[in-house]
């Protein structure tokens, strides 16, 4: 087995945080009960990435997509981000974590929004121990859109000819990252379904079967751990 080599350090993981709902029903409970269990076990894993000083932890909670689910579930998701707020905002603000949200966060409703500007407002620290990004109404295909019109139009405006490179479009998009190092995504499927399409080009991946609200902290390391030992090549001969 390769030993793990202190220098690959993961800075910025993504984590897809699928299986809350296969979870309830195996557990003969209503979906939303999953998705709060599922909110128990972030809180877990954010400690742990505080703990093992991580730059950044981009968390996919709510994609453009899941807006198709039933009308109960999605305001039961609705009260829990504002009960999720409440409740974990002084702790995350007590470790020095940095929430941002991203997506298309108005449609939530004007609560939804309020309580995520206020999480905002109460974490923005200067030097964070830790960036916690959350995507929310969420779409990699559709963040990309979203930068090529502001393109345009700064195009439009400016009559200038815009110096667009591989980097400088990450400014364009919503998701407050760059390359992910790593991406994990629990609940057994081996699929992006939607999430930051344009920053995972050369990120690890990771497939953990183990549904989100079984996702330990001890899981949240082995991921980490077996990132460590990857070689990256970034298309190199070496
Ligand atoms: C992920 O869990 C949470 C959201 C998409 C909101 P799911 O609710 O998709 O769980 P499964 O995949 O149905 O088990
Ligand atoms: C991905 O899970 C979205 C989130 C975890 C927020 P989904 O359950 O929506 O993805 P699919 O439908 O299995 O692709
Ligand atoms: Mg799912």
Redesign the pocket.
Known sequence: MASANPANNPKNVGII???????AKQNSLI?NR??EK?VAVVKEVVKEAVRQKLQSLTLY???TE?WSRPKKEISG?KRLIIEAIHEQVPELAEQKVKLNFFGDIETFGKKVHTSILEAERDTSFIKPALNLNIALGYGGRSDIINGIRTIVDEAKKTKKDLQIDETSFFNYLSAPINDLDVLIRT?GDHRISNFLLYHIAYTELIFVDK??PDFSSNDFQDCLNSFKKRKRRFGKRV
């Not at 945080?17 to 979870?23: A, P, Q």
């Open positions: 945080m699928d299986g809350n709902g296969r979870w979906t999953g998705h599922g909670a709510f994609s899941n998701i609940g549904l989100w």
